[in-house]
Protein backbone atom coordinates (compact mmCIF):
# COMPACT_ATOMS: atom_id res chain seq x y z
CA UNK A 1 0.00 0.00 0.00
CA UNK A 2 1.20 2.99 -1.05
CA UNK A 3 -0.59 6.45 0.10
CA UNK A 4 -0.18 10.17 0.47
CA UNK A 5 -1.28 13.00 2.95
CA UNK A 6 -1.10 16.28 3.00
CA UNK A 7 -1.72 16.61 6.93
CA UNK A 8 -0.24 18.40 8.45
CA UNK A 9 2.55 18.14 5.54
CA UNK A 10 3.17 16.20 2.88
CA UNK A 11 3.74 13.15 4.04
CA UNK A 12 4.51 9.81 1.64
CA UNK A 13 3.75 6.63 3.83
CA UNK A 14 3.97 3.42 1.92
CA UNK A 15 6.59 -0.27 1.84
CA UNK A 16 10.00 0.56 0.10
CA UNK A 17 8.38 4.76 -0.32
CA UNK A 18 12.33 5.32 0.42
CA UNK A 19 12.97 5.05 -2.85
CA UNK A 20 11.02 8.06 -3.90
CA UNK A 21 14.04 10.07 -1.72
CA UNK A 22 15.46 11.44 -4.87
CA UNK A 23 12.06 12.53 -6.25
CA UNK A 24 11.15 14.49 -2.68
CA UNK A 25 14.48 16.10 -3.63
CA UNK A 26 14.04 17.18 -7.03
CA UNK A 27 10.36 18.36 -5.87
CA UNK A 28 11.60 20.68 -3.36
CA UNK A 29 14.92 21.66 -5.67
CA UNK A 30 17.24 20.40 -3.41
CA UNK A 31 20.39 19.68 -5.48
CA UNK A 32 22.87 19.60 -2.92
CA UNK A 33 21.72 18.28 0.27
CA UNK A 34 23.11 17.91 3.64
CA UNK A 35 22.36 13.87 5.18
CA UNK A 36 22.04 14.02 8.85
CA UNK A 37 21.94 11.08 10.80
CA UNK A 38 23.60 9.85 14.23
CA UNK A 39 26.57 8.39 14.68
CA UNK A 40 24.86 4.69 15.43
CA UNK A 41 22.81 4.90 12.36
CA UNK A 42 25.40 5.90 9.69
CA UNK A 43 27.14 2.48 9.92
CA UNK A 44 24.09 -0.04 9.24
CA UNK A 45 23.46 -1.48 5.80
CA UNK A 46 20.25 0.40 5.86
CA UNK A 47 21.46 3.71 5.72
CA UNK A 48 24.56 3.28 3.57
CA UNK A 49 22.16 1.30 0.84
CA UNK A 50 20.01 4.87 1.07
CA UNK A 51 22.66 7.11 0.44
CA UNK A 52 24.42 4.76 -2.21
CA UNK A 53 21.16 5.21 -3.91
CA UNK A 54 20.69 9.04 -3.25
CA UNK A 55 24.14 9.56 -4.41
CA UNK A 56 22.82 7.49 -7.97
CA UNK A 57 20.66 10.22 -8.36
CA UNK A 58 22.12 13.59 -7.11
CA UNK A 59 26.17 14.56 -8.15
CA UNK A 60 26.57 15.98 -4.23
CA UNK A 61 25.77 14.81 -1.12
CA UNK A 62 26.97 15.81 2.23
CA UNK A 63 26.90 13.50 5.38
CA UNK A 64 26.84 15.10 9.07
CA UNK A 65 26.11 12.17 11.84
CA UNK A 66 28.64 13.37 14.53
CA UNK A 67 26.21 13.09 17.49
CA UNK A 68 23.99 10.85 19.52
CA UNK A 69 20.81 10.43 21.61
CA UNK A 70 19.41 13.51 23.52
CA UNK A 71 21.08 15.91 21.42
CA UNK A 72 23.17 19.21 22.26
CA UNK A 73 23.36 22.70 20.99
CA UNK A 74 26.82 22.26 19.72
CA UNK A 75 25.97 19.79 17.14
CA UNK A 76 23.44 21.57 15.70
CA UNK A 77 26.58 24.44 15.14
CA UNK A 78 28.77 21.99 14.11
CA UNK A 79 26.38 21.11 11.37
CA UNK A 80 25.31 24.57 10.54
CA UNK A 81 29.06 25.30 9.64
CA UNK A 82 29.40 21.45 7.25
CA UNK A 83 26.49 22.80 5.66
CA UNK A 84 27.62 26.55 4.90
CA UNK A 85 30.76 25.34 4.39
CA UNK A 86 29.94 23.25 1.63
CA UNK A 87 26.68 25.88 0.52
CA UNK A 88 24.05 22.81 0.95
CA UNK A 89 20.22 23.84 -0.11
CA UNK A 90 18.68 21.51 1.66
CA UNK A 91 18.56 18.72 4.83
CA UNK A 92 17.33 15.40 4.77
CA UNK A 93 16.75 14.24 8.48
CA UNK A 94 17.00 10.83 8.67
CA UNK A 95 16.87 8.23 12.24
CA UNK A 96 14.96 8.83 15.47
CA UNK A 97 14.05 11.96 17.37
CA UNK A 98 17.82 12.84 17.70
CA UNK A 99 18.74 12.65 13.62
CA UNK A 100 14.79 14.18 13.01
CA UNK A 101 15.66 17.54 15.55
CA UNK A 102 19.39 17.55 14.92
CA UNK A 103 18.26 17.91 11.11
CA UNK A 104 15.47 20.11 11.62
CA UNK A 105 17.75 22.56 13.92
CA UNK A 106 20.44 22.60 11.17
CA UNK A 107 17.99 23.67 8.47
CA UNK A 108 16.81 26.71 10.40
CA UNK A 109 19.89 27.70 12.43
CA UNK A 110 22.36 27.82 8.72
CA UNK A 111 20.35 30.73 8.34
CA UNK A 112 20.41 32.85 11.63
CA UNK A 113 23.11 34.93 13.10
CA UNK A 114 21.27 34.71 16.70
CA UNK A 115 22.08 32.05 19.11
CA UNK A 116 19.81 28.96 18.78
CA UNK A 117 18.59 29.71 22.52
CA UNK A 118 17.29 32.84 21.44
CA UNK A 119 14.64 30.76 19.32
CA UNK A 120 13.16 28.49 22.55
CA UNK A 121 9.44 28.14 22.40
CA UNK A 122 8.67 30.93 24.56
CA UNK A 123 5.77 33.76 23.91
CA UNK A 124 6.56 34.93 20.31
CA UNK A 125 10.69 34.09 20.10
CA UNK A 126 9.96 32.37 17.41
CA UNK A 127 9.61 35.86 15.41
CA UNK A 128 13.44 36.81 16.11
CA UNK A 129 14.21 34.20 12.94
CA UNK A 130 15.27 35.15 9.78
CA UNK A 131 12.75 33.49 7.49
CA UNK A 132 14.83 34.58 4.10
CA UNK A 133 16.93 31.84 4.33
CA UNK A 134 15.37 28.70 6.54
CA UNK A 135 16.40 25.71 3.91
CA UNK A 136 14.04 22.84 2.89
CA UNK A 137 13.69 20.04 5.16
CA UNK A 138 13.20 16.10 4.03
CA UNK A 139 11.81 14.03 6.64
CA UNK A 140 12.65 10.17 7.09
CA UNK A 141 12.05 8.71 10.84
CA UNK A 142 13.29 4.99 11.09
CA UNK A 143 11.65 4.85 14.44
CA UNK A 144 7.87 5.61 15.53
CA UNK A 145 8.39 7.52 18.86
CA UNK A 146 9.11 11.12 18.14
CA UNK A 147 6.70 11.88 15.68
CA UNK A 148 9.59 15.02 14.95
CA UNK A 149 8.72 14.56 11.26
CA UNK A 150 5.30 16.45 11.71
CA UNK A 151 7.25 18.91 14.74
CA UNK A 152 7.38 22.56 14.47
CA UNK A 153 10.36 22.07 16.91
CA UNK A 154 13.23 20.13 18.33
CA UNK A 155 14.71 19.13 21.13
CA UNK A 156 17.98 19.95 22.32
CA UNK A 157 20.14 20.40 25.48
CA UNK A 158 21.91 23.12 26.46
CA UNK A 159 24.96 22.20 27.65
CA UNK A 160 26.13 25.01 30.65
CA UNK A 161 22.91 24.29 31.79
CA UNK A 162 21.66 20.70 31.24
CA UNK A 163 17.98 21.38 30.60
CA UNK A 164 16.48 20.31 27.24
CA UNK A 165 14.94 23.08 25.69
CA UNK A 166 12.23 23.44 22.81
CA UNK A 167 13.54 25.36 20.03
CA UNK A 168 10.67 26.63 17.94
CA UNK A 169 9.84 28.35 14.49
CA UNK A 170 6.46 27.08 12.29
CA UNK A 171 9.36 26.52 9.66
CA UNK A 172 10.47 23.50 11.34
CA UNK A 173 7.80 21.21 9.93
CA UNK A 174 9.56 19.13 7.11
CA UNK A 175 8.20 19.76 3.63
CA UNK A 176 7.74 16.37 2.88
CA UNK A 177 8.05 13.36 5.11
CA UNK A 178 8.44 9.95 4.00
CA UNK A 179 6.93 7.10 6.18
CA UNK A 180 8.55 3.67 4.87
CA UNK A 181 7.84 0.57 7.71
CA UNK A 182 10.48 -1.59 6.12
CA UNK A 183 12.69 1.05 7.37
CA UNK A 184 11.86 -0.18 11.21
CA UNK A 185 11.66 -3.59 10.70
CA UNK A 186 15.36 -4.10 12.69
CA UNK A 187 14.62 -2.02 14.74
CA UNK A 188 15.17 -3.78 18.57
CA UNK A 189 12.30 -5.01 21.03
CA UNK A 190 14.03 -2.84 23.19
CA UNK A 191 13.44 0.53 21.15
CA UNK A 192 10.17 -0.35 19.61
CA UNK A 193 8.43 -1.08 23.05
CA UNK A 194 10.59 2.69 24.52
CA UNK A 195 9.47 4.87 21.21
CA UNK A 196 6.08 3.42 21.23
CA UNK A 197 5.45 4.39 24.50
CA UNK A 198 6.93 7.55 23.73
CA UNK A 199 4.44 8.03 20.97
CA UNK A 200 1.54 6.98 23.62
CA UNK A 201 2.72 9.34 25.83
CA UNK A 202 2.10 12.30 23.16
CA UNK A 203 -1.02 10.89 21.83
CA UNK A 204 -2.44 10.35 25.88
CA UNK A 205 -1.14 13.93 27.01
CA UNK A 206 -2.70 15.96 23.87
CA UNK A 207 -5.87 14.17 24.99
CA UNK A 208 -5.83 15.13 28.60
CA UNK A 209 -4.49 18.63 27.94
CA UNK A 210 -6.21 21.85 28.94
CA UNK A 211 -8.37 23.73 26.20
CA UNK A 212 -10.33 23.35 23.46
CA UNK A 213 -9.08 21.79 20.58
CA UNK A 214 -11.71 18.69 19.20
CA UNK A 215 -8.96 18.16 16.13
CA UNK A 216 -6.22 17.57 18.11
CA UNK A 217 -8.30 15.54 20.25
CA UNK A 218 -9.48 13.32 17.54
CA UNK A 219 -6.09 12.44 16.19
CA UNK A 220 -4.58 11.40 19.75
CA UNK A 221 -7.65 9.08 19.96
CA UNK A 222 -7.21 7.46 16.69
CA UNK A 223 -3.17 7.39 17.56
CA UNK A 224 -4.06 5.63 20.64
CA UNK A 225 -5.98 3.02 18.95
CA UNK A 226 -3.45 2.28 16.60
CA UNK A 227 -0.78 1.84 19.10
CA UNK A 228 -3.25 -0.35 21.56
CA UNK A 229 -3.64 -2.34 18.49
CA UNK A 230 -0.02 -3.00 17.21
CA UNK A 231 2.89 -2.15 19.72
CA UNK A 232 2.51 -5.21 20.94
CA UNK A 233 2.49 -6.85 17.56
CA UNK A 234 5.85 -5.16 16.63
CA UNK A 235 7.41 -6.37 19.67
CA UNK A 236 6.98 -9.32 19.59
CA UNK A 237 7.44 -9.74 15.22
CA UNK A 238 9.04 -6.50 14.18
CA UNK A 239 9.03 -7.76 10.36
CA UNK A 240 5.08 -7.39 10.66
CA UNK A 241 4.83 -4.48 8.39
CA UNK A 242 1.31 -3.52 9.26
CA UNK A 243 2.11 -2.81 12.96
CA UNK A 244 5.27 -0.93 11.79
CA UNK A 245 3.14 0.88 10.01
CA UNK A 246 0.47 1.57 12.27
CA UNK A 247 3.04 2.72 14.51
CA UNK A 248 4.61 5.04 12.53
CA UNK A 249 1.42 6.55 11.74
CA UNK A 250 0.70 7.06 15.45
CA UNK A 251 3.42 8.19 15.51
CA UNK A 252 3.24 11.48 13.68
CA UNK A 253 -0.84 11.83 14.90
CA UNK A 254 1.11 12.63 18.39
CA UNK A 255 3.27 15.31 17.35
CA UNK A 256 0.64 16.57 15.35
CA UNK A 257 -2.30 17.01 18.17
CA UNK A 258 0.11 17.76 20.80
CA UNK A 259 0.33 21.21 19.34
CA UNK A 260 -2.65 21.47 21.90
CA UNK A 261 -0.32 20.49 24.66
CA UNK A 262 1.71 17.69 26.52
CA UNK A 263 1.79 17.50 30.16
CA UNK A 264 3.32 16.48 33.16
CA UNK A 265 4.95 13.19 31.69
CA UNK A 266 7.35 15.28 29.58
CA UNK A 267 7.99 17.63 32.30
CA UNK A 268 9.50 15.19 34.53
CA UNK A 269 11.11 13.34 32.02
CA UNK A 270 13.09 16.46 30.37
CA UNK A 271 15.54 16.98 33.16
CA UNK A 272 15.93 12.75 33.79
CA UNK A 273 16.86 12.76 29.75
CA UNK A 274 19.66 15.87 30.27
CA UNK A 275 20.70 14.94 33.53
CA UNK A 276 21.10 11.38 33.31
CA UNK A 277 20.93 10.52 29.43
CA UNK A 278 18.16 8.23 29.54
CA UNK A 279 16.22 7.13 26.47
CA UNK A 280 13.20 9.95 26.61
CA UNK A 281 10.36 7.59 25.16
CA UNK A 282 11.64 5.08 28.46
CA UNK A 283 11.16 7.62 30.63
CA UNK A 284 8.20 8.95 29.58
CA UNK A 285 7.00 5.14 29.91
CA UNK A 286 7.57 4.99 33.60
CA UNK A 287 6.05 8.34 34.42
CA UNK A 288 2.92 7.77 32.78
CA UNK A 289 0.92 5.91 35.03
CA UNK A 290 2.13 8.23 38.07
CA UNK A 291 1.22 11.29 36.05
CA UNK A 292 -2.28 9.68 35.40
CA UNK A 293 -3.44 9.08 38.70
CA UNK A 294 -2.02 11.90 40.06
CA UNK A 295 -4.48 14.32 37.57
CA UNK A 296 -7.12 11.41 37.57
CA UNK A 297 -9.95 13.81 39.35
CA UNK A 298 -9.60 16.23 36.30
CA UNK A 299 -9.34 13.50 33.66
CA UNK A 300 -11.00 10.74 34.91
CA UNK A 301 -14.52 11.39 32.38
CA UNK A 302 -12.38 12.20 29.10
CA UNK A 303 -10.34 8.78 29.59
CA UNK A 304 -13.45 6.91 30.24
CA UNK A 305 -15.05 8.50 27.54
CA UNK A 306 -12.50 6.69 24.99
CA UNK A 307 -12.68 3.36 27.01
CA UNK A 308 -15.49 1.92 24.24
CA UNK A 309 -13.15 3.29 21.29
CA UNK A 310 -10.42 1.27 22.56
CA UNK A 311 -12.17 -1.84 23.25
CA UNK A 312 -11.42 -1.15 27.25
CA UNK A 313 -14.09 -1.75 30.10
CA UNK A 314 -15.50 1.72 30.71
CA UNK A 315 -13.66 3.26 33.93
CA UNK A 316 -11.00 4.74 34.65
CA UNK A 317 -9.00 2.15 36.44
CA UNK A 318 -9.27 -0.05 33.21
CA UNK A 319 -7.34 2.31 31.21
CA UNK A 320 -4.81 2.61 33.79
CA UNK A 321 -4.45 -1.43 34.50
CA UNK A 322 -4.23 -0.89 29.96
CA UNK A 323 -1.07 1.14 30.76
CA UNK A 324 0.78 -1.03 33.42
CA UNK A 325 -0.38 -4.18 31.58
CA UNK A 326 1.32 -3.00 28.70
CA UNK A 327 4.76 -1.98 30.15
CA UNK A 328 5.24 -4.79 31.90
CA UNK A 329 5.00 -6.73 28.40
CA UNK A 330 7.00 -4.45 27.09
CA UNK A 331 9.60 -5.59 29.73
CA UNK A 332 9.09 -1.38 30.94
CA UNK A 333 10.26 -0.78 34.53
CA UNK A 334 8.03 0.58 36.95
CA UNK A 335 10.21 2.65 38.90
CA UNK A 336 12.42 5.73 37.86
CA UNK A 337 14.90 4.15 40.16
CA UNK A 338 15.20 1.19 38.19
CA UNK A 339 17.51 3.20 35.72
CA UNK A 340 18.79 5.57 37.88
CA UNK A 341 20.56 5.27 40.90
CA UNK A 342 18.62 7.36 43.78
CA UNK A 343 21.36 8.67 45.55
CA UNK A 344 22.28 10.39 42.65
CA UNK A 345 18.78 12.22 42.04
CA UNK A 346 18.65 15.84 43.00
CA UNK A 347 15.05 16.16 43.70
CA UNK A 348 15.30 19.73 44.40
CA UNK A 349 17.04 20.21 41.48
CA UNK A 350 14.94 18.21 39.25
CA UNK A 351 11.27 19.31 40.70
CA UNK A 352 12.49 23.01 39.91
CA UNK A 353 13.62 22.19 36.38
CA UNK A 354 10.07 19.73 35.89
CA UNK A 355 7.93 23.05 37.26
CA UNK A 356 9.83 25.22 34.78
CA UNK A 357 9.64 23.12 31.77
CA UNK A 358 7.27 23.97 28.66
CA UNK A 359 5.17 20.84 29.18
CA UNK A 360 4.14 22.06 32.72
CA UNK A 361 1.84 24.73 31.51
CA UNK A 362 -0.68 22.60 29.93
CA UNK A 363 -1.21 19.54 32.36
CA UNK A 364 -4.52 19.14 33.83
CA UNK A 365 -3.68 20.22 37.34
CA UNK A 366 -2.14 23.04 38.04
CA UNK A 367 1.39 22.03 38.88
CA UNK A 368 3.99 22.71 42.18
CA UNK A 369 7.42 22.47 42.70
CA UNK A 370 6.05 20.52 45.34
CA UNK A 371 3.92 18.31 42.99
CA UNK A 372 6.97 17.22 41.30
CA UNK A 373 8.90 16.37 44.32
CA UNK A 374 6.03 13.99 45.06
CA UNK A 375 5.87 12.79 41.62
CA UNK A 376 9.11 12.11 41.43
CA UNK A 377 9.49 10.73 45.07
CA UNK A 378 6.50 8.17 44.13
CA UNK A 379 8.20 7.15 41.00
CA UNK A 380 11.48 6.28 43.03
CA UNK A 381 9.19 4.18 45.35
CA UNK A 382 6.64 2.47 42.81
CA UNK A 383 3.90 4.12 44.73
CA UNK A 384 0.85 5.38 42.97
CA UNK A 385 -1.37 8.26 43.85
Not at 3 to 26: H, M, Q, T, Y
Not at 42 to 49: C, E, G, T
Request: aromatic share 8%.
Amino acid sequence: MKVNWNFPNIIWCGENRIKDLSLACSELSIKKPLFVTDKDLINLKMVKNVINELKNNLNDIKIFSDFSGNPIGENVDDGVKIFNEFKCDGVIAFGGGSGLDVGKAIAFMSGQSRSIWDFEDIGDYWKRADETNISPIIAVPTTAGTGSETGRASAIINKETGIKKIIFHPKFLPSIVIIDPVLTVDLSPRLTAATGMDALAHNLEAFCAQGFHPMADGIAIEGMKLIKKSLLTAFKNGKDLEARRNLLAAASMGSTAFQKGLGAIHSLSHPVNSQFNIHHGLSNAIFMPYVLTFNKSLIEDRIVSICDYLNLEKSFDSFLEWILDLRKELNIPHKLSDVVEPSKIDLDKLSKMALEDPSTSSNPKKMTIDDMKILYEYSISGKLF
